[in-house]
């Protein structure tokens, strides 16, 4: 139970870095779900684990990741659609 309810944090803060990013209509919820998890992990690892939690994750570090990996995956894939 507990990966499921970690997989619902991880899409709502991947849906979040999209919002904030302008880029969370171009992507799904699978995308969604992989920013938010990997965007945990990158943000807990910079950041700590600090401020409130939902599913063992640290929300506002969880986020300011998803939206530092939504934003250097987007700059990548923008790069390879002009060539």
Do not use: C, Y
């Amino acid at each position: 139970m507990h990966f499921l309810w970690a997989l619902i944090v991880g899409a709502l803060i991947g849906a979040i870095a999209g919002a904030i990013t302008s880029k969370g209509h171009s992507m799904g919820w699978i995308a969604n779900i992989i920013a938010g998890l990997l965007g945990s992990v990158v943000g807990e690892a910079i950041l700590g684990h600090w401020g409130p939690q939902l599913a063992g994750m640290a929300l506002i570090p969880s986020i300011i990741g998803a939206v530092i990996l939504v934003a250097i995956v987007s700059l990548i894939a923008g790069r390879s659609d002009h060539h």
